[in-house]
């Protein structure tokens, strides 16, 4: 394994964390809710087919989730993902991980930053089932399938 040193970025990256960490703790601390995306969104969704009251938070949580990056782009330099996969691999991926958030209660950020950290043994059981199913997943699409 080699580390690509220019764009290598351990002071953003170190940033990046704990800005996360950060707001997953300034939501639970002052709202008393988990900063889990596929929670908050599938929130605002039954919010939609009902009169929920948190619905505010929820908006404002997926507008600034959208609206980072946005906003990064136009003060600075935009962000270059190279994404090598077509639109129905992406299509695919995206609702493979949707059913796997059902099956586990939550996502990688409900489970892996916020249940890790208040020391859940049930996150914890999750968080390493979705490691080790996307370390497989790499290592059969290069190793076995030759991609």
């Not at 605002?44 to 600034?64: E, K, N, P, Y």
């Not at 906003?71 to 992406?90: F, K, M, T, V, Y």
């Amino acid at each position: 394994m080699t580390v690509d040193l220019n764009h290598f970025t351990p002071g953003l990256s170190l940033a990046g964390g704990l800005v996360i960490g950060l707001a997953a703790a300034v939501l639970v601390l002052f709202n008393g809710r988990i900063a889990g995306i596929s929670g908050i969104v599938g929130g605002l969704l039954a919010s939609a087919r009902s009169s929920s009251s948190d619905i505010g938070w929820r908006v404002a949580f997926v507008a600034g989730l959208v609206g980072a990056p946005v906003l990064a782009g136009l003060l600075g330099e935009p962000a270059h993902a190279d994404i090598q996969a077509s639109w129905g691999q992406i299509l695919a991926a995206g609702f493979l991980v949707g059913v796997g958030t059902r099956y586990a209660g939550g996502c990688t950020s409900g489970h892996g930053v916020c249940g890790l950290s208040r020391g859940s043994v049930r996150s914890l059981v999750a968080t390493a089932t979705f490691m080790t199913a996307g370390f497989l997943t790499v290592f059969v699409r290069l190793h076995v399938m030759g991609g």
